[in-house]
């Protein structure tokens, strides 16, 4: 039983324990790149330009009249 233990960690049973090593650390590396990335392009959403003219009009920085045709402009964009 020794000798097997012996060729296990002494033969070329270090090499399946470097591949074990190294497929941890690259899926672990792989997991972060991807949750990052997907982080980066669904953390902000874009606004139409709809909700832009609502929230302007909201504020009070455009009249109803400008409201009105700016409204109109959009859609038959």
Known sequence: ???NFANWYFGWGWFIWLGFIFLMF???GNWGYTYRAH???QGHPRKEARDILNERYARGEITREQYSQLKT???SA
């Open 73 to 75: 402009d959009i859609a």
């Open 26 to 28: 690259s899926s672990v």
């Open 39 to 41: 982080q980066k392009y």
């Open 1 to 3: 039983m020794a000798h």
